[in-house]
């Protein structure tokens, strides 16, 4: 079974704090990682990594992919309040025709002032 | 705003009732996927279509549950017979063909009293 772990589960760091979030996969037929910020609405899309070692950058957070070791990292740097959400990363999949994606549980980020 | 939109944003019913969800995917996207939130987990897939046709339903889609889009446009997401087991956030995404990312609407909270 496809399976996507995050962690921590929670953390809570005060302003300015850099902070790493972790996602690893076991899954088959690997298409690509995902990143989404979620705060008390829909998931809101961050980054999408298919090659090891590229990393992506969108002002203070970015992401990289590691596929031979089979996990991720999100890096936000120089928090803020406003970066207080829950983080999920997704794994694209692809079965017989069919692409979907798998969730982690999300690590839930608190940055306090 | 051209996001995913999804109607309605919140439902409370009856154990035992029909409810319908829409959702309204980014015009030009061909892939309209429907996920369930619990507290605590990560979205869940249940169904996506290309177009109208609905290429996979997961497990978790009892036969209660039936999703169309008839017209490769909007979808909508009935729960016959609801039971409290129910109550979750029903999330909508949307994409392109191919390898891309998921673009998410707000959801629907369902709470079945």
């Known amino acids: 079974e496809d399976k996507v772990v995050q962690s921590p589960l929670s953390l809570v760091v005060h302003e300015g704090d850099t902070v790493t979030l972790n996602c690893s996969y076991e899954v088959t037929n690997f298409r690509s990682l995902l990143w989404y910020k979620q705060e008390k609405k829909a998931p809101t899309f961050l980054f999408m990594l298919?090659?090891?070692?590229i990393e992506k950058k969108s002002g203070r957070l970015s992401s990289i992919l590691d596929k031979k070791e089979l996990f991720s990292i999100l890096n936000i740097t120089a928090t803020q309040t406003g970066d207080s959400a829950i983080y999920l990363c997704a794994v694209g999949v692809y079965q017989g025709g069919s692409e979907k994606l798998v969730f982690g549980k999300g690590t839930k980020l608190t940055v306090n002032p | 705003d051209t996001g995913v939109s999804q109607d309605p944003r919140h439902k409370i019913t009856k154990r035992g009732q029909n409810v319908t969800f829409r959702c309204d995917p980014i015009s030009e996207h061909n892939r309209l996927y429907w996920y369930r939130q619990t507290l605590g987990q990560g979205p869940e897939f249940l169904t996506y279509?290309?177009?109208?046709?609905?290429?996979?339903k997961s497990r978790l889609l009892s036969d209660r549950f039936s999703a169309e889009r008839p017209k490769g446009s909007f979808s909508t997401l009935e729960i016959q017979r609801t039971e409290q087991g129910d109550s979750a956030m029903y999330l909508c995404?949307?994409?392109?063909?191919?390898?891309?990312?998921?673009?998410f609407g707000p959801g629907t909270r369902l709470t079945v009293t």
């Open positions: 298919t090659s090891s070692g």
């Open positions: 279509f290309q177009n109208e046709a609905q290429l996979e």
């Open positions: 995404a949307s994409s392109l063909v191919g390898f891309h990312e998921q673009y």
